[in-house]
């Protein structure tokens, strides 16, 4: 591999386009957390800038007040003050990358710019740590063995909140110059030439998409409901009865838990771009209460059922459980589906 030959006229180009990114970052969020719970229907987020941290930051702070995390300011970190100089000193090598174009130097930068990418993350993560774990001790909440740490990526439980943490626009322009700079550095040193002659690129394409959708995406099973202590997500009562408890999970991974089928179907009517594309689960009407997705459960539907917020529809993962149990319960046999619309 010469590391001293030029690069070529499509990969300058690229390489100014990379440039462009990374500058636009910078005038956009880098990453998002966002944070639902009953009393915040509306969510709170926090949108962390190259600079500066946006959103419901003042809300945040008084929260973290009662339970004794630190109160979250800019001017705390270091990171605000040099993060736009070190973005724009890649931006700047990219466009002198792309005038020199020589592969050495292409080499070099996308090698710094991967260990900026891999510092980075383990730099929010301690941040995230410290944040989460040294707490005051004179707090007005306090409970014992539990930290506040959020998720780096993806969804976590925190108390009554859940705590979902996502790269926002800047972080996608980020992401997408430090794939274009991968991109680049397969292309030139004949890497990708020879995974194509061996035809395996697109199985490489396919694990390393299956892979992100893994780790960002849902984790497809539901969380068990506690009873007498979970919250329904629609009307904020405590569920209580195990025969018509539910819950549903969010393609980002967000679990929401109902104590009825029909605050199910409510919240899901209230919140269409929340729970598109969302999988659906409930508990089984007969012991031990099994929760599983909808579209396993045979149901019944009317006559004498009639659940904690007066829902119509009893689940039963056996069907010969159903039509036995229909005899005393009067109803209709269905499926979710149908008996939902």
Same mark, same amino acid.
């Given at each position: 591999m010469n590391t001293n030959s030029k690069?070529?006229?499509?990969? %300058?180009?690229?390489?100014?386009?990379?440039?462009?990114?990374?500058?636009?970052?910078?005038?956009?969020?880098?990453? %998002?957390?966002? =944070?639902?719970?009953?009393?915040?229907? +509306?969510?709170?987020?926090?949108?962390?800038?190259?600079?500066?941290?946006? /959103?419901?930051?003042?809300?945040?702070?008084?929260?973290?007040?009662?339970? /004794?995390?630190?109160?979250?300011?800019?001017?705390?970190?270091? +990171?605000? #003050?040099? @993060?736009?100089?070190?973005?724009?000193?890649?931006?700047?090598?990219?466009?002198?990358?792309?005038?020199?174009? %020589? *592969? *050495?130097?292409?080499? #070099?930068?996308? #090698?710094?710019?991967? =260990?900026?990418?891999? =510092?980075?993350?383990?730099?929010?993560? %301690?941040? +995230?740590?410290?944040?989460?774990?040294? @707490?005051?001790p004179n707090a007005a909440i306090i409970v014992p063995g539990m930290s506040y740490q959020p998720p780096l990526i993806g969804f976590k439980k925190l108390l009554n909140f859940g705590a979902f943490s996502i790269p926002d626009v800047g972080g996608y322009l980020l992401m997408a110059g430090g794939v274009l700079m991968t991109i680049l550095v397969l292309r030139e040193s004949k890497i990708l030439t020879k995974i194509r002659k061996k035809r395996t690129a697109t199985l490489a394409a396919t694990v390393l998409l299956t892979a992100m959708l893994t780790s960002c995406g849902s984790s497809g099973t539901p969380e068990p409901i506690t009873f007498n202590s979970d919250v329904c997500e629609n009307c904020k009562m405590t569920i209580a009865d195990p025969r018509f408890a539910c819950e549903l999970i969010t393609t980002k991974g967000r679990c929401a838990k109902f104590d009825d089928g029909i605050c199910m179907i409510n919240y899901t009517k209230a919140h269409p771009d929340k729970t598109l594309s969302a999988t659906y689960y409930i508990c089984d009407y007969l012991p031990p209460h099994t929760i599983t997705a909808v579209e396993k459960m045979s149901c019944i539907k009317g006559g004498i059922i009639s659940g904690p917020m007066g829902g119509t529809i009893a689940a039963f993962a056996s069907k010969d459980s159903a039509m036995v149990y229909n005899a005393s319960l009067q109803g209709e046999m269905t499926t979710w589906d149908a008996g939902t619309r």
């Open positions: 690069i070529s006229g499509l990969s %300058r180009v690229t390489l100014f386009i990379i440039a462009g990114l990374l500058i636009a970052s910078v005038f956009y969020p880098i990453w %998002r957390i966002e =944070l639902d719970a009953p009393q915040y229907p +509306e969510g709170l987020s926090i949108l962390i800038f190259a600079d500066k941290i946006g /959103g419901d930051l003042q809300i945040v702070n008084g929260l973290n007040h009662y339970i /004794g995390m630190k109160q979250i300011h800019p001017h705390d970190f270091i +990171e605000f #003050t040099i @993060l736009v100089y070190i973005i724009g000193f890649y931006a700047a090598f990219s466009i002198l990358t792309a005038l020199l174009a %020589r *592969k *050495k130097i292409l080499y #070099t930068l996308f #090698t710094l710019f991967l =260990l900026f990418g891999i =510092l980075s993350m383990v730099d929010f993560w %301690r941040w +995230e740590y410290d944040y989460g774990h040294n @707490l005051d």
